[in-house]
């Protein structure tokens, strides 16, 4: 065991040195200018004096624009002409961190912002330097003064720019109300004050609920009606300012970004990308100008005009008579342009325009040349277009036959469309250097898995075919946006193969079990339908959430209860009394199911009234938080008893302590699991025992055919759950188990748990079978030997090589369309399941719990 082990340890470091490599080169930071804009000596006037900006996290368009809105004082807003409403939208990765970037400096994020987005520690994405509308209020003659109540987010990019803040953490998703009463709380005293320029407000009420419950929670519309009273309370305070003081504020109303039909973000799709966005104040008032507000709910989300979310930035600036950012990409919004003449809104375009133009320049060095013939430029390609243009532009304004600012328009639009898909500034030597490391080590670690195993040319066979396959795969987009059908398609081609293997060796009993975990894998692959092509399209997980069946959904969970019970009472406690054992195993089982139905209660999920009625009705943050660590504390107890009573016991019996630790792990994966998916663990447990009795078989099946069927049930688990290669599917439900506050340890911890509580089961379950194979094959080797021989090495050739695939794909696809919305969420996956799923629990968990086991 130890040469093996060691080899692996040797391998992994040095991988991961390989991957580091490549990531320093292919997520470098996007050049930006540093310092501030020119003032412009002949800028139109300003038109707003006070700038509100209430940021409503997670905020889709049709939760403040649809019929099926609550929000109907926003609405009227819309409908009397006080506000002009868009659909913003707002570009991948969707997340808080780079969407903030994005609607204060104007400029397009870097992806490696949403790996940073969770680092609440995290000082390197910090905006010091950097010019931004707020930065510009402060560089006025008299500095404005700026106050934020909200989401610490904006703390962390702009570290002392704020007079007054209060920080609320973005990340305690469990949360729902006392995040918003935080920021509504200062709204009195800063309205009465009304000291100040810029009011940023950042509410996370929304994206709480998304993530808990869904856009559709029962909780959805008293949160929209309680953030149109606090929109209603800010207009109102807007029309008092403008009669009794004479001066105008501006209302912005803005998502950072939307959601998916699932609560969750990070992605690209339509919901997610749809971002809300509203420009209010009492002097659009004009009568006839109003719009029809609500409107129908729409598909794709697309509500009024549809804006780049980072037309905000240069929108602003011009309303309040402020210098547009030097990185900023963003178009002045021309629904705005009728506060001024026609010369002042030429002047404003043009400014915007020739910040536009220095970063093309700064992108472009051909931009730059000298024009020669605009008419022939104009017919070339972008960048041709784009001098051509530019040439136009610097053409007296008033001509009579061109329209200025239609010009300038058409300039603005095609240089935000050139600049929005530059590519990043890729170190490619350091790609290559961590690619060939990554490549060599590798070629090493399949050659070990192919040679230095135990016999077995049929799985060999299969896994070097399957993983092949599986590589190539991952250089096509829509390939990896539904993986999910190669793993279930590998896993009924290995199926099958077994079952023919079982017919030649006339093993009847085999062939039934194969057919029968066939008939399981049919049921897994529709309990959730994930990827894009199909993703939120009915499936079993529907039906179970669905009001009208909750009484079948809460059936299936007490009965994966009742199992966990019997399973810690035979196998946990089944050497003391039965009443001990009875009581030992009750209390935890007990502990936990109390728990979810307290979790599902408090997110407004339907659960049938005679459970209901024995549940405390006294949910709320402080009580889950208690009955969550209860939970935990227990499932310590129980595997604290379980080490202690095989220490004493007189017996040594390596296979009762595996399948006792087996069955206690799984009460914690049950923890860290939806309600929606807890019925899903009948299936793993019918997986599990069906396999383990083709393990007792030791004639049909091999240690190497255990490890691959464990590596396919892995990823076959982890989709059925509802996962994806998107960050949209990361679920954050019950990363605040037992926890009171963020703190990126335990929350990443207990995120990775939940998301990955399918591939952990089935590893757990693989030891557990490779210890059975060994007792009915009476095989001399060792279960260490066993484990490191064949289960580490045939696992980490598989993430060795995948690891390999995607690093190559994104190095060859670096100029790809998808790259960053397909290809980098797909090698941060790739990185998880590497470092985490591989490197923590199959290689460290797996060797603790097989040498603990021989130990005692």
């Not at 987005?117 to 509308?133: F, H, M, R, Y």
């Not at 289960?791 to 790809?816: E, K, N, P, Q, T």
Request: charged share 15%.
């Amino acid at each position: 065991m130890i040469p093996h082990a060691l080899i692996i340890a040797f391998l992994l470091p040095l991988e991961s040195l390989g991957l580091l490599f490549f990531a320093r080169g292919f997520f470098p930071y996007k050049p930006v200018f540093h310092g501030y804009a020119p003032v412009e000596s002949d800028a139109p006037p300003a038109v707003s004096d006070k700038v509100i900006f209430m940021v409503v996290d997670a905020l889709r368009s049709d939760f403040v624009f649809s019929n099926e809105s609550s929000m109907r004082f926003t609405q009227s807003l819309i409908s009397s002409g006080n506000a002009l409403p868009f659909t913003a939208h707002a570009a991948p990765p969707t997340v808080t961190l780079p969407r903030i970037k994005g609607i204060t400096t104007g400029s397009v994020s870097n992806f490696l912002d949403a790996v940073l987005n969770i680092a609440e520690s995290d000082s390197s994405s910090t905006l010091v330097g950097q010019d931004s509308w707020l930065v510009e209020f402060k560089r006025r003659p008299v500095p404005g003064k700026l106050v934020m109540f909200g989401d610490d987010t904006w703390l962390k990019l702009f570290p002392g720019i704020f007079d007054r803040y209060d920080g609320t953490s973005s990340f305690f998703v469990s949360d729902f109300t006392e995040v918003d009463n935080n920021v509504t709380r200062h709204l009195d005293t800063e309205l009465k004050t009304s000291d100040w320029d810029v009011m940023i407000l950042h509410y996370l009420g929304v994206d709480h609920i998304g993530h808990k419950g869904g856009p559709y929670s029962p909780f959805m519309p008293d949160k929209q009606r309680e953030m149109d009273q606090i929109v209603e309370m800010l207009f109102e305070y807007a029309e008092k300012l403008q009669e009794t003081e004479g001066k105008s504020t501006l209302l912005v109303l803005c998502g950072d970004h939307g959601m998916n039909e699932i609560g969750n973000h990070g992605g690209s799709s339509a919901g997610e990308t749809a971002a809300a966005l509203l420009f209010a104040s009492p002097l659009f008032s004009k009568p006839g100008s109003g719009l029809r507000a609500p409107l129908n709910v729409t598909d794709n989300y697309e509500y009024y005009n549809v804006i780049e979310q980072v037309d905000i930035v240069p929108s602003i600036s011009g309303l309040v008579g402020n210098p547009f950012p030097m990185n900023n990409i963003g178009v002045f919004v021309p629904e705005l342009l009728r506060f001024w003449s026609r010369s002042d809104q030429i002047k404003l375009l043009h400014q915007n325009a020739k910040q536009m133009y220095r970063i093309l320049k700064e992108a472009f060095s051909s931009v730059d040349m000298p024009v020669t013939d605009a008419q022939v430029l104009l017919a070339g390609n972008d960048i041709d277009k784009i001098r051509g243009l530019w040439d136009q532009i610097g053409q007296p304004y008033f001509d009579e036959t061109d329209d200025p600012i239609e010009t300038l328009y058409a300039f603005l639009r095609l240089g935000q469309k050139v600049l929005s898909r530059t590519s990043s500034n890729y170190d490619i030597p350091s790609m290559v250097i961590g690619l060939c490391l990554v490549s060599w080590l590798s070629s090493l670690a399949f050659r070990r898995a192919l040679f230095s195993t135990s016999a077995d040319f049929v799985t060999k066979a299969a896994f070097a075919a399957g993983t092949s396959i599986y590589a190539i795969s991952i250089f096509g987009s829509s390939l990896v946006e539904e993986e999910h059908y190669f793993w279930y398609w590998f896993a009924s081609v290995w199926l099958m193969a077994q079952f023919v293997l079982s017919v030649r060796v006339k093993s009847r009993t085999a062939g039934i079990i194969l057919i029968s975990l066939l008939g399981v894998l049919s049921i897994l692959r529709h309990y959730h339908h994930t990827g894009q092509k199909y993703a939120g399209s009915y499936d079993i997980a529907q039906f179970l959430s669905s009001d009208d069946v909750a009484g079948l959904l809460w059936f299936l969970i007490l009965l994966e209860h009742l199992l966990i019970f019997k399973n810690l009472y035979y196998y946990v406690f089944g050497d003391v009394s039965p009443l001990i054992a009875f009581v030992c195993s009750f209390t935890p089982v007990i502990s936990l199911l109390s728990f979810k139905m307290s979790m599902a209660l408090e997110a407004g999920e339907r659960v049938p009234p005679i459970l209901a009625a024995i549940t405390p009705t006294s949910t709320g943050a402080d009580r889950l938080l208690n009955r969550a660590k209860t939970s935990f504390l227990s499932i310590v107890i129980c595997m604290i008893f379980h080490m202690l009573s095989t220490l004493w016991s007189t017996k040594r019996d390596q296979f009762k302590f595996i399948r006792g630790t087996f069955h206690i792990a799984v009460l914690l994966l049950v923890v860290q699991t939806r309600s929606v998916n807890i019925p899903i663990y009948l299936l793993y447990e019918a997986i599990h025992s069906l396999s383990l009795r083709l393990a007792a078989h030791y004639r049909t099946t091999t240690p190497l055919a255990i490890v691959l069927s464990t590596l396919i049930w892995q990823r076959v688990s982890f989709f059925a759950a509802g996962n994806s290669n998107s960050l949209a599917t990361v679920d954050l439900s019950n990363a605040y188990n037992g926890v009171s506050g963020y703190s990126v340890i335990p929350v990443g911890i207990l995120a990775f748990v939940s998301n990955f509580a399918g591939p952990i089961f089935f590893t757990l379950s693989s030891i557990l079978q490779l210890s059975m194979w060994k007792i009915s094959s009476k095989s001399t080797r060792s279960m260490e030997d066993i484990f490191a021989v064949d289960f580490l090495s045939l696992i980490h050739a598989f993430h060795a090589m995948s690891l390999l695939a995607v690093m190559g794909a994104c190095l060859v696809l670096r100029s790809h369309l998808f790259i960053w919305t397909v290809f980098s969420p797909k090698l941060l996956y790739t990185v998880g399941w590497f470092l985490l799923q591989q490197g923590a629990v199959d290689t460290i968990l797996g060797l603790f719990i097989v040498v603990v086991s021989d130990l005692l």
